[in-house]
């Protein structure tokens, strides 16, 4: 059964510690992303990886960090410098650069963050 | 730069159509998108239209792109309960990183019975 998987579903964080949120594929997707979804602002990217062990800051990397040693996984810690971290967070994926432009993005479940 | 502004919100009625709407900025756009994400869940890719094409059609669904405006739009004919969700237009462009989608802010989409 091919997917995303995402885990927790839910998390609780306090202040000052951080956390780091899971992300599996068995797709064989080289690309794979992190979003992050506030109400009212669709989703901005944080992290994106093209190729293992490697991966490049998107336009809200400021308050995380990622790694990239396995293909099929994507770990996202937020950390104590991320001012506001609740929000929604979504790991996506693609097949990474190709012949074609046309690359439709897969999306998990999500997880949702709150800081108590 | 890209920017992809959407309105917030859509309320119809069920049975009706149901039309959301998109601009975009970025003229280099190859492929937009439209996802459907339900409560607490992750996105659904729902259709795409390549940027030299005007329509297209898949079932309930007809995307309509007017790329001299950077308009983009999704109509769903006869509009269900199960339609209400979140609908995202997205534009995709090549850069060096590799494919980079750009995503609205979202329209909220209430069916009403």
């Known amino acids: 059964d091919g997917g995303i998987t995402q885990s927790p579903k839910y998390l609780f964080r306090k202040e000052g510690q951080n956390v780091t949120l899971s992300c599996e594929q068995n797709l064989n997707h080289d690309a794979m992303y992190w979003y992050r979804q506030d109400p009212g602002q669709g989703l901005r990217l944080i992290y994106y990886?093209?190729?293992?062990?490697?991966?490049q800051k998107g336009d809200i990397a400021e308050g995380y960090s990622v790694s990239r040693e396995k293909k099929e996984s994507f770990p996202l810690t937020v950390t104590s410098a991320q001012k506001n971290p609740t929000a929604f967070y979504l790991c996506a994926t693609d097949r990474g650069r190709g012949l074609s432009s046309y690359n439709e993005q897969f999306f998990g479940p999500g997880t949702r963050l709150t800081v108590l | 730069g890209e920017d992809v502004e959407q309105s917030l919100f859509l309320s119809v009625r069920e049975g009706d159509s149901s039309v959301i709407n998109c601009t975009y900025t970025d003229s280099s756009s190859t492929y937009l998108y439209w996802y459907k994400q339900e409560p607490g869940a992750g996105l659904q890719l729902l259709t795409y239209i390549f940027s030299n094409m005007d329509m297209k059609q898949d079932q309930r669904l007809t995307v309509l792109l007017n790329k001299k405006d950077k308009h983009l739009s999704l109509r769903i004919a006869d509009t269900q309960t199960g339609d209400s969700a979140i609908y995202f237009c997205a534009e995709s462009t090549i850069t060096g990183g590799g494919n980079k989608l750009t995503f609205g802010t979202g329209t909220q989409l209430k069916v009403e019975l």
């Open positions: 990886s093209q190729i293992v062990n490697d991966f």
